[in-house]
């Protein structure tokens, strides 16, 4: 699942991969380091404090002034050659300690901006080259080296660390550390991907790099990605009586391990197996960069010291200008753009709610309540039916106890989290929430009444945000007091799973509104696109016309099992069907209905669903669609295709149609419509768009997103084809939604 | 008496769990949720904040071994801010009234003037205990340092260590006068003559009234209905007392075999309070501050006392209490328009009924001469008691003020009293008043 990769990718990341900074033009020749020096570049040895506090040791703080958090850019790396030099002429030295401006703060890795741009595989083979032979350096100082960090350690960062003797972390929440440059489409390509495995062993190591997963303080010790645990206070005054041999600090070892499984040719192919056969189910093939690190850490242990360098480099080099590790980087940026929404324009933050009423304990309600609860807020969570109360708590208890299980919480911390949902009969008592999410029945009268009734209790600047995925928020908004708090909160099922949250502007939505809406969907670890207020917003008015389209090749007599296999090559997470079975046939078809009403005959929904059958074929949640599925509970039973799908199939025009013409027609008519979206500035913009597109629809990554898919087959050719597909004969025949094809959209924005 | 310049202090409102059978549907409860479940929702009810509040006060008999100061942990759970502080209380059986009088107490003292008041037992988590002979082996153990030593320790071991103690079982037994509470029941049977046919009718009774009163929403009113913590999914809300007996009968009853005292005794398992799990929360505060909240209360507390008494006749506490508080508040028995006294054992209550009435029994236990009254059955007890619903020892205290507060809008009357009888030989009352415009 790549979607749930790039969903993890932002959020470990959170505050590491700092890019505030604009990157300026490169220079003409690259620096003697094979980095590109910025314009704004601070005067030599400003980005690297040497101090002495006592004889014999040396302390290197990394503290850029041109950075807010500092990475390894061209002026850093341009300083540490310099102080390496100085370090290894001085004979007097017994310990040094590499450590950040303070103890939650120590290096951001790698320049991701500059990974974007470049475009020269030679380029980067020469900076990988380069940074290798400085951290050779660090790795052959005569003194002893400590690491001391603490912070978000990511990727360039850590690795800089293992070419230290020993790695203190500091013992704190906010300590992260790992190697998650697999998540961007490249690898550890400054000796992660060989100091890795020979710290920790081939397993730990392709676990660490494979998933990029950034691990918390403990679960890095116990595996050796560190050597020793410290306390912030303590971080400076431990790592100096380390560095000066006055405290022991084993570094960690794996003992005979280390012979009987990374140097044991036969484990190692069975590791290589199992661990090509996980790559395989998650990337599909479509993604190089997990292969190329499998590749170089498999065979790590046994390189020759001489080549490490070279190896990364070769593969760093074809990846990071490689059009996945663009398209993920891509991705990256506009996920961490939409985390600005969550902050007023003069910077500040607003506080997170401690008080929330969620109505509506059906799965949508019961998934947001159970969200808000984990995120330590205080969920009243309102229902009629003491029942679907009793089921939605059940679940989140359920949820809480994997969570406990998996000891992603502590026993106090999963009792807090059971304490945080409360469920209530009715509306009483929410007097104290900040924010009210209804997640009740659509329709406009009964979301109005809940809305009404809340407004009465709470306070008048309490948002109201309605989780609709197809009633106008402007209209939910019209009568009630201060309709400016009353904003769109779209969450996507299940809720837990889904990282994208449209939050939706009615005509009278404030600022305010929109940013607290979004800072809570942030708390909540998701990704906040905020869009206009039409029919559908963004992603269902997207994936309207693709499972629509769908549909008719499938009544036009195409294999249900073969346009799923085809969108999934393509890189869907899921074929059309078994989307349509997942969502349910009544929901996609009362959101189909949605969109006909809004936007007329381009929309019209073609009646294949509604000839399927009654109340008891309605997708997964009955059992049957146009898969059958197993029972609840049944773990072991798989999925097949119904047997008597033929008897819906009442056309055979699309059942010889080639693989090409399948995939195009269920991706333009997406493409279409995003065109649209775009002219009517349904969401800010493309690279808006296309974030909308992977984290919502689950849209190929590694084609960065619906948009960035046409322009980079060319909008000219899209258009070509679009128009093509408009001609046909089915097309034409259709009569309604035949110009979900019109290329003219398209070919509008080739002009802008 | 009270001072008249006293403050009058109200009880401003109250909720409580449904009282359901141990090692039923709360099974898998803590009392640290259940006691926060209910005080969260009291105070989501009422629009308190948790940072208003002078203290929390619980009363619980067996706190679970890991929470040593229940109350701070329920304030905690139920998301009141660190800055309030919480105290557990303990008067065995009358523990939940304990932290109602404490924070009256408090209040009178101008310490404060608003306090969450908890009631709070789960008898379902009442642990088996290793007993001494176990532990004193296992002591033995870590100080064996030699070899031989240890083997000389293991072979000391008996299968017979193993024995576990109820907890129970043994709190339920008085140490002074070596009776569990069903034998001093017992011996108010032949103090009083009572028969086994008094006990079963009053019981049935008992079972008839609280089924009448569910079943005409009576108890919606106090009742929260609770999603308890459970191994497997919930179905539903829990909202009913689960030990009312819709067709209770005498017959039945009388079939049973006397459980305390064989073959003559009287006091069965069905003529007894059963073992429950259950929370009550009660916001206790003045006539002022409530108004000040915007709060209706439900009854002014007019009086309270406490009294002791001979431990093997601990049934006759509700006796002693009452004529204290009755004179505190100025009032007779006769003024009271409902009586809740706590059904432990029907013959107790049946006991109690008497010596109220008796003039012997004020003479020569009183210090009166006369009888303080015959108690009206109507007035007893109107909703059932104890026997039906069921006797959360910690929690009893709460649900006993709750009901009788609820009863004086709920029957329209105007004077209560709720009086119980503790193990260990003592009585706790409390006399409850009507304030006018109070919430049908």
């Given amino acids: ?236 005054r431990v790592a100096s009586d380390i560095a000066m041999g006055r405290k022991n600090c084993r570094r960690f070892s794996r003992g005979i391990w280390k012979w009987l499984i990374d140097r044991n040719p036969l484990a190692t192919s069975v590791i290589r197996s199992k661990a090509l056969a996980g790559v395989d189910s998650k990337a599909n093939g479509k993604y190089p960069a997990p292969y190329a690190a499998l590749d170089l850490v498999l065979s790590a242990p046994g390189a020759v010291r001489s080549t490490w360098a070279a190896r990364e480099a070769k593969a760093i080099g074809t990846l990071a200008t490689g059009r996945v590790c663009k398209s993920l980087v891509g991705i990256f940026f506009a996920s961490e753009a939409a985390k600005k929404l969550g902050k007023r324009a003069d910077g500040s933050e607003p506080a997170r709610p401690e008080h929330a009423t969620v109505v509506g304990a059906g799965v949508m309600g019961a998934g947001i309540a159970s969200s808000l609860a984990l995120a330590r807020v205080n969920v009243r969570l309102g229902d009629l039916s003491s029942k679907a109360l009793a089921t939605a708590i059940s679940s989140h208890r359920k949820e809480v106890e994997k969570r406990r299980r998996r000891k992603r919480l502590q026993p106090h911390a999963a009792n807090a989290a059971i304490d945080h949902l409360v469920g209530v009969e009715g509306l009483l008592g929410m007097a104290r929430s900040e924010i009210a999410i209804e997640a009740v029945a659509e329709v406009l009268h009964v979301k109005a009444s809940v809305f009404g009734e809340l407004a009465e209790q709470l306070a008048d600047d309490a948002i109201l945000a309605t989780n609709t995925s197809s009633l106008s928020v402007t209209a939910i908004a019209k009568d009630l007091p201060h309709p400016e708090r009353v904003v769109g909160m779209h969450f996507f099922n299940p809720v837990k799973a889904m990282p994208l949250v449209e939050v939706v502007r009615g005509e009278e939505t404030s600022d305010e509104t929109i940013t607290r809406t979004c800072a809570l969907a942030i708390a909540l670890g998701k990704t906040p696109v905020v869009t206009r207020d039409v029919p559908g917003f963004l992603v269902n008015r997207i994936l309207g016309p693709y499972l629509d389209e769908a549909v008719r090749l499938f009544v036009g007599g195409a294999d249900v099992e073969r346009v799923d296999s085809l969108m999934l090559n393509f890189g869907m997470p899921m074929g059309p069907f078994v989307l349509l079975d997942e969502v349910g046939f009544d929901i996609a078809q009362h959101a189909a209905a949605s969109l006909h009403a809004g936007y007329g005959d381009r929309m019209e929904p073609c009646p294949g669903l509604s000839g399927m059958g009654d109340d008891r074929r309605l997708g997964r949640k009955t059992g049957k669609g146009f898969y059958d599925h197993p029972k609840p509970g049944d773990r072991k039973g798989k999925r097949t295709v119904a047997q008597d799908l033929a008897n819906f199939q009442t056309e055979s025009w699309a059942s010889s149609l080639p693989d090409a013409e399948i995939t195009d027609r269920l991706v333009y008519a997406m493409v279409g419509e995003a065109a649209r979206c775009l002219e009517e500035k349904v969401v800010k913009d493309e690279s808006t768009l296309d974030l909308a597109s992977v984290f919502g629809t689950g849209f190929a990554p590694f084609r960065g997103g619906l948009w960035s898919h046409a322009q980079r087959i060319g909008l000219e050719a899209v258009c070509a084809r679009m128009a093509e597909l408009h001609s046909r004969e089915d097309v034409h025949a259709r009569g309604g939604g035949a110009d979900r094809f019109d290329p003219a959209p398209v070919a509008a924005r080739m002009t802008e | 008496m009270i001072a008249p310049s006293a403050p009058s202090i109200v009880i401003a409102a109250g909720l409580r769990s449904p009282w359901i059978k141990a090692g039923g549907q709360f099974r898998g409860e803590d009392a640290g949720h259940l006691g926060a479940a209910v005080t969260r929702e009291l105070l989501a009810r009422t629009g308190v904040r948790g940072e208003q509040l002078d203290e929390v006060i619980t009363g619980s008999v067996g706190p679970p071994h890991d929470q040593a100061n229940l109350s701070r942990v329920v304030a905690l759970r139920a998301g009141i801010p660190q800055e309030v502080p919480a105290r557990t209380v303990a008067r065995n059986c009358a523990s939940g009234i304990e932290a109602v009088t404490q924070a ?54 008996r299968p017979s260590m193993l024995a576990p103690r109820v907890a129970l079982l043994e709190g339920l037994r008085d140490p002074i006068s070596n009776l569990l509470m069903g034998q001093t029941a017992e011996v108010l049977v032949r103090d009083f003559g009572l028969t086994r046919e008094d006990c079963d009718t009053y019981a049935t009774e008992s079972h008839h009234r609280a089924r009448l009163s569910r079943d005409r929403g009576r108890f919606e009113r106090e009742i929260l209905p609770m999603a308890p913590l459970s191994r497997k999914p919930i179905m539903d809300l829990v909202r009913h007392d689960d030990g009312i007996r819709d067709d209770q009968t005498v017959e039945a009853l009388m079939r049973m075999r006397p459980y305390f005292e064989k073959p003559d005794g009287v006091v069965t398992i069905g003529n007894s309070c059963g073992i429950t799990d259950g929370a009550c929360a009660l916001l206790i505060t003045t006539e002022e501050k409530a108004s000040e909240l915007g709060l209706q209360p439900l009854a002014r507390i007019r009086s309270y006392a406490w009294a002791g008494l001979d431990p093997s006749r601990m049934g006759l506490g509700p006796v002693f209490s009452s004529k204290l508080a009755l004179e505190q508040a100025g009032c007779t028995l006769e003024d009271m328009d409902v009586i809740e006294i706590n059904e432990a054992f029907a013959a107790q209550v049946l006991a109690c009924k008497q010596a109220f009435a008796s003039d012997k029994f004020a003479r020569e236990h009183l210090g009166q001469d006369e009888a303080m009254g015959e108690i009206d059955s109507v007035k007893l007890n109107p909703n059932g008691g104890a026997v039906a619903l069921g006797h959360p020892v910690g929690a009893t205290g709460g649900r006993l003020l709750l009901t009788a507060a609820h009863e004086l809008a709920a029957g329209d009357h105007n004077l209560a009293l709720a009086t119980l009888c ?13 304030i006018n415009g109070s919430a049908a």
């Avoid at chain 1, 959020?11 to 590491?16: F, L, P």
């Avoid at chain 1, 990394?62 to 390894?72: E, G, K, L, Y």
């Fill in chain 1, 1 to 236: 699942m790549e979607e749930s990769n790039m969903q993890e990718a932002p959020q470990s990341e959170e505050t590491v991969l700092i890019t505030e900074q604009e990157l300026s033009e490169f220079e003409a020749t690259p620096s003697a380091i094979g980095f590109p020096m910025p314009d704004d570049a601070p005067d030599p040895g400003t980005c690297i404090r040497v101090e002495r506090p006592e004889s014999g040791l040396a302390v290197v703080t990394f503290d850029s002034p041109h950075r807010s958090f500092p990475i390894f850019d061209a002026p850093l790396l341009r300083d540490l050659d310099t102080v390496l030099t100085e370090l290894e002429n001085d004979v007097t030295l017994k310990g040094i300690v590499f450590t950040g401006r303070h103890p939650g703060q120590f290096l951001a890795g790698a320049d991701v901006e500059a990974i974007q741009e470049i475009t020269d595989p030679l380029l980067v083979e020469q900076a990988v080259i380069a940074v290798h032979a400085l951290f050779d350096r660090v790795e052959r100082l005569k003194p002893r080296t400590v690491a001391a960090v603490g912070g978000p350690v990511p990727g360039g960062a850590f690795e800089f660390s293992m070419a230290c003797d020993r790695i203190l972390l500091v013992d704190d929440k906010s300590s992260r550390i790992g190697l998650p440059e697999t998540m961007l489409g490249i690898l550890p390509g400054w000796g992660g991907s060989h100091r890795l495995p020979r710290r920790i062993g081939i397993p730990g190591a392709l676990d660490c790099i494979l998933t990029g997963r950034m691990l918390p303080a403990k679960p890095a010790k116990k595996r050796g990605l560190v050597d020793r645990l410290v306390h912030a206070e303590d971080l400076a």
């Fill in chain 2, 104 to 157: 009256v107490t408090e209040i009178r003292a101008g310490n404060g003037s608003l306090y969450m008041c908890l009631g709070v037992e789960v008898m379902s988590a009442y642990p088996l205990i290793m007993g001494r002979k176990l532990t004193g082996f296992f002591e033995r153990m870590m100080k064996a340092r030699s070899l031989l030593a240890r083997l000389s320790t293991l072979a000391s071991f």
């Fill in chain 2, 422 to 434: 503790i193990g260990g030989g003592q009585g706790g009352a409390v006399v409850l008043e009507r």
